[in-house]
């Protein structure tokens, strides 16, 4: 009321001053403990989405002082979440708060699942890796059309957290000056017509690719980085860019397959189920919960199971067992995200299994056999809860078409099954054909749990089966 009774002199006099004490104030309140620099708060305020009419549940990413905090319903929103569509009321019921989707095929499903459950979801995007696709006006404008269907059917339920524009479309070579700029162009296509939810891409960890975002793709809310081995690298690469914003780490796990160690013949030798729990907590507390002033959550992989060079490597689940077994049953990393995310272990968890031998010798040994040679086979097992144990076993061989990226990969042949074992051993004949072979283990308890093992193994005649390059790390293949 002042204002109005002030000479017009006076009344610019008094904008320009209000004006310049509100820059100041933003740019006196760092957004992180860096020199890297100060970025707004992204995203609409609680009463600017109340202003706006929108039954939407208001998602915004805030700068604050402490530095980047994501808000939902204006309550802070730190993101524990899966990466998969299945097995949601146990990820609830042991903490977790949001689904990733790599597509939208399924988003109105999902959406209603999780609202259900009083999850969120962070709906993805795909978009291709081919980068002759970005200078297709064709291609470019049905990505446009799609997206707006998608956005005018799911914009204002409640139960969305944010989009998330493509899965690593730097990691096959679409890493270029026009493709973030499309990213960008469809982040600014989102936010006219949702301005209510934060826009992500997500990107396979790389100095590059955040480079390129900051200079071609700045409408985006938080960049998503999948990191397996390299999570503890993470931070201080980003740290070392140009890009300012925050982080979610969309996916992460136990050391991808072109991470390890691999055979002379070049199998990729995967951790027990054990040493993955150690993974899991390990990684939680040192690489995403200590840099919560850029990372404002992340999605475990994968809440399910898939076939990505063994049935097993990435899966949190195991839902195809040989035999008459349950459809699924749950790895020892539900239990470590169900401590992560709780902070107490499960009631009942699963068997701890902490390695597997063929006679007596580990994976690292390089083992190869005879055709029809007798082996034994052993796994070192126990119970957390004195539970009953039962030993399924399956022989199979290694895979011959590979996914790339994460693509899809069949899975190989089963030579032998073994579904009544009662010992932590096993008796068994090599093929009597030369190759590659791998045998599993999976240790049951009785209440939905399984523990899990495997070793390689190749049978050749002259025990000569080679390959070069045992040691293998130039990238997510």
């Not at 008094?14 to 860096?34: E, H």
């Not at 272990?345 to 701890?352: E, H, L, V």
């Amino acid at each position: 009321m002042i204002f109005m009774h002030l000479a017009p002199k006076k009344q610019r006099l008094f904008v320009t001053l209000a004006l310049t004490l509100f820059i100041f104030g933003r740019a006196a309140a760092p957004c992180f403990g860096s020199d890297s620099g100060l970025l707004p708060s992204r995203g609409m305020q609680p009463a600017d989405i109340a202003a706006a009419g929108t039954t939407a549940v208001p998602v915004s990413i805030r700068c604050e002082e402490a530095g980047f905090q994501l808000y939902r319903a204006g309550e802070p929103y730190y993101i524990k979440g899966i990466g998969g569509q299945k097995h949601l009321a146990m990820a609830a019921d042991a903490g977790a708060n949001s689904i990733r989707t790599w597509n939208a095929r399924q988003a109105g499903s999902i959406l209603d699942r999780a609202q259900g459950l009083d999850m969120t979801v962070m709906v993805g995007i795909w978009l291709s890796h081919d980068p002759s696709d970005y200078r297709d006006p064709a291609y470019r404008q049905r990505k446009r059309d799609d997206l707006s269907r998608l956005l005018a059917a799911h914009r204002n339920h409640p139960a969305l957290l944010m989009w998330a524009l493509g899965n690593e479309i730097n990691l096959q070579g679409a890493d270029t000056p026009e493709a973030w700029r499309f990213v960008d162009e469809l982040a600014q296509l989102i936010k006219r017509r949702d301005p209510h939810h934060p826009v992500i891409s997500v990107i396979a960890s790389g100095r590059q690719a955040l480079e390129n975002i900051a200079a071609y793709a700045p409408t985006l809310d938080a960049v998503g980085i999948n990191a397996y081995g390299t999570l503890s690298d993470v931070r201080a690469m980003i740290d070392t860019t140009a890009y300012q914003g925050p982080y979610i780490v969309t996916e992460w796990g136990v050391n991808g397959h072109w991470e390890v160690r691999r055979t002379d013949w070049g199998r990729p030798i995967e951790p027990a189920s054990a040493k993955k729990v150690e993974y899991h907590i390990k990684r939680y507390r040192e690489n995403i919960l200590s840099n919560r002033d850029r990372c404002i959550g992340s999605y475990v992989f994968l809440w399910g199971q898939k076939q990505e060079r063994t049935p097993t490597w990435y899966s949190m689940f195991i839902e195809n067992l040989p035999g008459d077994d349950p459809l699924a049953v749950a790895c020892p990393t539900v239990d470590a995200m169900h401590f992560n995310w709780s902070g107490l272990w499960p009631a009942n968890r699963a068997p701890f299994v902490a390695a597997m031998t063929i006679n007596d010798t580990t994976a690292d040994s390089d083992i190869t056999l005879m055709p029809g040679e007798a082996f034994v086979a052993r796994v070192a097992a126990a119970d957390p809860d004195n539970d009953n144990l039962r030993y399924v076993w399956e022989l199979m061989t290694e895979p011959s078409v590979l996914g790339r990226g994460g693509s899809y990969e069949p899975r190989p042949d089963v030579l032998e099954n073994i579904t009544d074992g009662k010992r932590p051993m096993l008796e068994l004949s090599a093929p009597a054909q030369s190759g590659e072979y791998r045998l599993f283990v999976y240790v049951l308890d009785e209440n939905g749990h399984v523990g899990t093992a495997n070793v390689p193994f190749a049978v050749s005649p002259s025990h000569t089966l080679k390959a070069e390059n045992r040691h293998s790390t130039t990238g997510n293949s």
